[in-house]
């Protein structure tokens, strides 16, 4: 089932327009592929069963969101208690999910409307509108809190953005004449998430380029190894691994669809270039004095 959605997802995205990166086979992966159109990033994770996502490969898809400037999304059929439903969002570990339908609706410029969350299904108001709307009908917040049956409270939460159930925005659009909810933006609900770094590398590759003052923040479950903000740049970095051909064309199509530059260390080697991948030595690295000297050497090998 994984494997046919996987592959529903991807010849929809690429129909609608997107550069489309490889499947991730090395495993563990946060992400399945990335997809690109225009300015529009995805980081895309495919799961049958949505309950399956863990926290750890939740919260490293939304650092790498956050670090590439893209959205993170989960495409999944169902949960242990039932099939999701089209048109709805829903989240775990604060990662948005939607189906295949909602996502191709989305695509052609129709936003979902629904989230779901414990207790049941929410909807956002548009706070601006609804009090125009108000000022326009001459009511008050206290004469619409009566006609709602809900407190003024709750009414000035409506208008600071608060969510509502369905029941409730149905009331309000009954009483202003209509409706005043606000689409949901996948990429405007995506919650900044701050990875705990762990600053003792056990890739002494990583070590080395620390002692060079490049930044160093390490992944678990992507195709390379850590990302670095260098040079006014993000790079992708891998190091050397036992499938280091697979590797390099991985992340040379990653690298190329999320435009960021990457570059593979290795042990020993007397390649400069791996799948469009520039390549540095350990013994290369380890006589570079800044990093401005290494940032000239990838550019070199590019």
Do not use: W
């Amino acid at each position: 089932m994984k494997k046919e959605l996987l592959e529903d997802t991807r010849g929809l995205l690429a129909r609608a327009g997107f550069y489309i990166s490889e499947v991730c086979t090395i495993r563990p992966s946060s992400f399945d592929f990335v997809a690109r159109r225009d300015s529009a990033l995805l980081l895309v994770k495919v799961l049958n069963n949505i309950d399956a996502l863990s926290e750890e490969v939740a919260q490293e898809l939304l650092f790498l969101a956050k670090h590439l400037d893209g959205i993170p999304l989960l495409i999944g059929n169902r949960t242990g208690a039932g099939a999701l439903e089209d048109e709805v969002v829903y989240y775990r570990y604060n990662v948005p999910i939607i189906t295949l339908a909602t996502l191709e609706a989305y695509l052609h410029g129709v936003h979902p409307l629904i989230c779901a969350a414990p207790g049941g299904f929410y909807v956002r108001l548009n706070g601006e509108r609804l009090r125009r709307m108000r000022a326009e009908r001459d009511i008050s917040r206290g004469q619409l809190a009566r006609m709602t049956g809900v407190s003024r409270r709750t009414i000035r939460m409506y208008e600071q953005g608060e969510r509502a159930t369905i029941e409730m925005a149905e009331k309000i659009a009954e009483m202003l004449g209509e409706d005043v909810l606000q689409p949901l933006d996948l990429a405007s609900f995506i919650q900044e998430q701050e990875m705990e770094v762990n600053r003792h590398f056990s890739d002494c590759m990583l070590s080395l380029l620390e002692a060079l003052n490049v930044s160093i923040i390490p992944t678990d479950r992507s195709p390379f190894n850590a990302i670095s903000r260098f040079m006014d740049e993000m790079l992708l970095i891998a190091t050397e691994c036992h499938r280091v051909r697979e590797r390099a064309r991985l992340l040379s199509d990653v690298s190329r669809v999320v435009e960021r530059p990457s570059v593979l260390f290795m042990e020993s080697t007397s390649r400069t270039n791996i799948a469009g991948i520039p390549v540095i030595g350990r013994e290369e690295l380890s006589t570079l004095d800044d990093p401005l000297g290494l940032f000239e050497l990838i550019r070199e090998r590019e």
